[in-house]
């Protein structure tokens, strides 16, 4: 399921703030972006537009948005359902008209949230055959889990296999580590991206990436400790939106679910990965993330554990871990610090340099993501599933 953009047009801070909060919500991965910012990107998906003084300019707006974006869904939300009001609104450009009393309003919202999902089947039936990408967030239960190495080694993996547009972005405050990982020295930052997005075409934003020899696109993680930050968000939201229409496949390294945009990386990916160490703080750790992660709007659907270092004398057992956190462990990876550090110290990712079990493991990940069967293996066989667990 392809990200959709949102735009919300109102002079009434809560208003946008419980729309904002209901749109992240729904269980759809939606991107909320400030007005400012489409101009010279893609139109958005979806404009929801406050009309609940009545006045003329609202209609106005209405009557703009729909010049400007010809196929966005634009919802008017009136304070009640006049006849008249109801008209006005729809000869304006409005697609759907909802009535809204305020947030406690039960019934508005569950009308609001069926439009949504009408406006979401329109937009991918719509896209059919435009360029739309997959987004992947990956998130650690803790630091030093292997997060990015699990990231970095998927994004080279999909971009070797499926040879098609594949970008990672690195979406730590300071200590990023994506391009280190993968021996390159980018000229530009996440940060440049977000502090220039009034330039952002697709010319702008190629410049902005580095490639590197495998094929994938990195765009690397800024080096100031505060960014990006809370006030970021609607940049970075609309930034992922904009790289969407440019790339197949995004992967975000996204680090910490506190991190000040950590519900951009939630609500706009298609899959969540968690990875967790079989050890009771990660486990600990895992549980609240997930937890969190729903709070923010995503299902158990979208989201999936990745159960990483696990080794033959493992205490806990992968049974028990899933006991614990009520979620399947959707893969395991083995413990192989000696291949993990030399693939860091060189540059050089695993997936490109040897035949071990955790790059077979990676491969079996990554082909999942892209739905394409796993390779045959010399003499017709498939290798095993790391330790017979799947």
Known sequence: MAQISAVIASTDYDFRVHITRVLRTSGLPISVVDEKHVTNGAAPDLAVVDIRNGTVSALQVLEQFRTAW?????????????????????????????????????????????ALRRAAEKSRASRDGARSGVTLSFFGSKGGTGTTTLAVNSAIEIARVTKRPTLIVDLHQFIGEVALFLG?????????????????????????????????????????????????????????????????????????????????????????????????????????????IEQLGAGKDRLRILLNRLGDDHQIAPKQIETALGHPI???????????????????PLTLTNHTEMAAQLSRLTREIVQMPEQEQAGGKTKSHFLGLF
């Open 70 to 114: 010809p196929s966005a869904a634009i919802f008017a939300i009136a304070s009640s359902a006049h006849p008249e009001q109801i008209l006005e609104a729809m000869r304006a450009g409005a697609n759907e008209f909802l009535a809204w009393s305020g947030p406690a309003d039960a019934k508005s919202h569950e009308s609001f949230l069926a």
């Open 184 to 292: 390159v020295r980018p000229r530009y930052t996440f940060i440049d991206a977000i502090d220039n997005l009034h330039r952002a075409d697709s010319e702008f934003l190629r410049e902005l990436v580095v490639k590197h020899k495998s094929g994938l696109d990195i765009l690397a993680g800024g080096d100031q400790v505060d960014r990006p930050g809370a006030a970021d968000v609607s940049a970075v939201e609309q930034l992922l939106q904009l790289f969407s229409r440019i790339y197949d496949f995004i992967i975000i390294d996204a680090g910490s679910i506190s991190c000040p945009c950590a519900e951009v990386a939630v609500c706009t990916a298609d899959t969540i990965y968690v990875v967790a160490n079989p050890d009771v703080a990660s486990i600990r750790n895992t549980h609240r993330v997930a937890d969190r």
């Open 330 to 348: 959707h893969m395991a990876f083995p413990s192989d610090y000696g291949t993990v550090s030399t693939a860091l110290n060189s540059g050089v």
